[in-house]
């Protein structure tokens, strides 16, 4: 099946400064790889995501890369805010059948003021 | 929010209990899953339906019985849990269960078995 490996566990950062976080996947048929953002005490949110057919995808100030051939995404936030201190979980999704999403372990993301 | 609720928020039961969680959505959905969230582990995938059909079943013990008696509706049924079985436990919904459609998380039940 697939696995998911995210780094780092935890990162701090300054704010105003860009925080990344990484993704690699094991299976070549995960085509779909969601970002979800979990703030403390409430429930996961979908953030951004990307397909296997677009290499990068940007909102605002928060982008995401995928390199199929390495088989690695990245989370990129630029200009962080406190509000951005949460745990973002990456995750990836084979194509075909019935959905059947793995996640990574988890960022704490804390932005210093 | 009241995209997708679950009840209880908190729940503390021992060993011989039996106990059950539910879960709600109200955004016409065909889809729900069940999720288990322990600390420094990942999001564990226990249970998905499709249109009130189990379609995943992710070997998951026996004692979490699932239930999905329509579209909107979907419980988990507990009994003889384990100490190691204390975690929140989430409920997703997704217009469909393909795998680009946006999950929809409620706000979990955080669940004690002592």
């Known amino acids: 099946g697939e696995n998911v490996e995210q780094h780092p566990s935890t990162l701090s950062v300054q704010e105003g400064d860009s925080a990344v976080i990484k993704c690699t996947y094991s299976?070549?048929?995960?085509?779909?790889f969601p970002w979800y953002k979990q703030e403390l005490g409430k429930r996961p949110q979908l953030i951004i995501d990307i397909r296997s057919n677009v290499g990068e995808k940007k909102d605002q100030r928060i982008a995401v890369t995928l390199n199929k051939t390495a088989k690695h995404f990245s989370l990129h936030i630029t200009e962080t805010q406190p509000e951005d201190s949460a745990v973002y979980f990456c995750?990836?999704?084979?194509?075909?059948?019935?959905?059947?999403?793995?996640f990574g372990t988890g960022t704490k993301l804390q932005v210093i003021p | 929010e009241t995209g997708v609720t679950q009840t209880p928020r908190h729940l503390v039961m021992g060993m011989t209990n039996k106990k059950s969680l539910k879960c709600e959505q109200h955004l016409g959905h065909n889809a729900m899953y069940w999720y288990k969230q322990s600390a420094k582990k990942p999001l564990e995938l226990m249970f998905v339906?499709?249109?009130?059909?189990?379609?995943e079943n992710n070997s998951v013990p026996s004692r979490f019985s699932p239930e999905c008696p329509n579209s909107s509706h979907l419980f988990l049924h507990l009994h003889t849990l384990q100490p190691e079985d204390s975690a929140l436990y989430l409920c997703a919904s997704s217009q469909g269960p393909v795998s680009t459609d946006t999950q929809y998380f409620g706000p979990g039940t955080r669940l004690t078995v002592l």
């Open positions: 995750a990836a999704t084979p194509s075909g059948g019935y959905q059947k999403v793995t």
């Open positions: 339906y499709s249109l009130e059909e189990r379609v």
């Open positions: 299976d070549s048929a995960s085509n779909y």
